[in-house]
């Protein structure tokens, strides 16, 4: 059974993640291509752990990752979403972190900037976050890339090697967006 709406953004609904979807997510999003320079894919245990913090972060702080089905087909095709750094080995524990991944068959359709652009609206007008970081690696083109067209900036003060990574990935890189950059951004936008 699908799980409640939490956002809806022009062609996506963004829900909490079930208890049931372990194999959602292995079938869609656990593939080489996807987990390319986040380590590899998971197991479905590492998967189902994934999904008990989700629903715990957003029992806990009210916010957390989901799944983003299109609206058009039914077919979940993001997990994405906000939850709190968590990383150890990262300076700026508890900061609000954002983070995405889609479905490769879906790659370049502006589903990763659509949903992660409701996210940001969502996290600064309705969670109070002072600033949003998103953590990835030199080598996530991609997505790092997709930060800068979210308007966030470089914070090389925030990077820290992560040896839980393979040794291309372990280097990992910080951006941010104060809710001041966010709001002149919105100012800015185009009618
Ligand atoms: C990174 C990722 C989420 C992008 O998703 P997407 O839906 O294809 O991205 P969008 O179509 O919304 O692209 C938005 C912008 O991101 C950037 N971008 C996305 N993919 C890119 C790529 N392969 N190369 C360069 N820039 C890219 C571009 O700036 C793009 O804007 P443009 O189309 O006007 O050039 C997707 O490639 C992915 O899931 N990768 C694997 C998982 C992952 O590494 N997630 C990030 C964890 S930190």
Not at 44 to 56: G, I
Not at 90 to 116: C, F, K, P, T
Not at 144 to 153: F, I, P, Q, R
Request: charged share 30%; with cysteine.
């Amino acid at each position: 059974m699908l799980a409640d709406i939490v956002l809806a953004t022009k062609r996506l609904d963004l829900r909490k993640i079930g208890e049931d979807q372990v194999d959602l997510h292995w079938k869609y999003l656990n593939s080489e291509a996807v987990m390319e320079r986040l380590g590899g894919p998971r197991t479905r245990e590492e998967l189902a752990k994934k999904h008990a913090k989700a629903r715990a972060s957003f029992a806990s702080d009210g916010f957390g990752f989901m799944f983003g089905y299109e609206r058009s087909t039914g077919e979940m095709v993001t997990h994405c979403g906000m939850k709190r750094v968590d990383n150890p080995l990262a300076a700026n524990q508890g900061d609000h972190e954002i983070g995405w991944l889609v479905r490769e068959d879906r790659w370049r359709m502006g589903y990763a900037e659509e949903s992660m652009r409701a996210v940001i609206d969502w996290a600064f007008e309705e969670h109070g976050a002072p600033h949003l970081v998103a953590l990835t690696s030199p080598h996530n083109i991609g997505s790092w890339k997709l930060m800068e067209k979210l308007g966030m900036e470089r914070r090389p003060d925030l990077d820290f090697e992560d040896p839980g990574f393979p040794a291309q990935d372990r280097q990992t890189i910080q951006y941010s967006i104060t809710r001041d950059q966010w709001e002149n951004s919105q100012c800015n936008a185009p009618a």
